[in-house]
Antibody, heavy 125, light 106 residues
Framework: EVELVESGGGLVQPGRSLRLSCAAS????????IHWLRQGPGKGLEWVSG????????AYADSVRGRFTISRDNAKNSLFLQMNSLGTEDTALYYC??????????????????WGQGALVTVSP | DIQMTQSPPSLSASVGDKVTITCRAS??????LAWYQQKPGEAPKLLIK???TLRSGVPSRFSGHRSGTDFTLTISSLQPEDVGTYYC?????????FGRGTKVEI
């Protein structure tokens, strides 16, 4: 059974940093691109970032480019999101989600076939 | 970037009713539209890909249809377990764009 479990969320002051993790199991992690998406309080879904199976390509939403960095460790079946210079607008539930197409060479635009339960990030003074 | 306009924002229907949710893309996206269901307190779950292909295990009362840049999700006979918020998502090009969601209540 495919499972994605996020961790690392919490309360942080504006301007500070936080690192999210996503632990994957139940599938061959290093075959698939994985993405981060977020959902602000009472808001809809927003794509944040994605990384290919081999870390050869990454992509970011304009709202986070230059502040967030996505990475992965295939040996540990793990995905990460380093978030710097956080602002109140980054307050959200952060999900990791899988691209269903294996071995894609570019992040590309895709849909998501499996999602984690989310990690809550609250940015507040 | 492509914008997705989803309607209605919310609806209330009775068990057994037919429910239709609409999503309009700001430009052509071919068939590259997905629908997700998000139950309260849960992560989104994929229902439909390719505008009309039902994911394995999704009940057949759910269906998707495309007409140009207009897409519909239909629940043929609403069940209590269908309560939640439904989102459409473009995956044709550019940053993945989601509709603002439709909250379905009974």
């Amino acid at each position: 059974e495919v499972e994605l479990v996020e961790s690392g969320g919490g309360l942080v002051q504006p301007g500070r940093s936080l690192r999210l993790s996503c632990a994957a199991s139940g599938f061959t992690f290093d075959d698939y691109a994985i993405h981060w998406l977020r959902q602000g309080p009472g808001k809809g879904l927003e794509w944040v970032s994605g990384i290919t199976w081999d870390s050869g390509d990454t992509a970011y939403a304009d709202s986070v480019r230059g502040r967030f960095t996505i990475s992965r460790d295939n040996a540990k079946n793990s995905l990460f999101l380093q978030m710097n210079s956080l602002g109140t607008e980054d307050t959200a539930l952060y999900y990791c989600a899988r691209d269903p197409y294996p071995k894609r060479d570019i992040v590309g635009t895709t849909y998501y076939d499996f999602w984690g339960q989310g990690a809550l990030v609250t940015v507040s003074p | 970037d492509i914008q997705m306009t989803q309607s209605p924002p919310s609806l209330s229907a009775s068990v057994g009713d037919k429910v239709t949710i609409t999503c309009r893309a700001s430009q052509g996206i071919s068939i590259y539209l997905a629908w997700y269901q998000q139950k309260p307190g849960e992560a989104p779950k994929l229902l439909i890909k390719g505008s009309s292909t039902l994911r394995s295990g999704v009940p057949s009362r759910f269906s998707g249809h495309r007409s140009g840049t207009d897409f519909t999700l239909t629940i043929s006979s609403l069940q209590p377990e269908d309560v939640g918020t439904y989102y459409c998502q473009n995956y044709n090009s550019g940053p993945p764009a989601f509709g603002r969601g439709t909250k379905v209540e009974i």
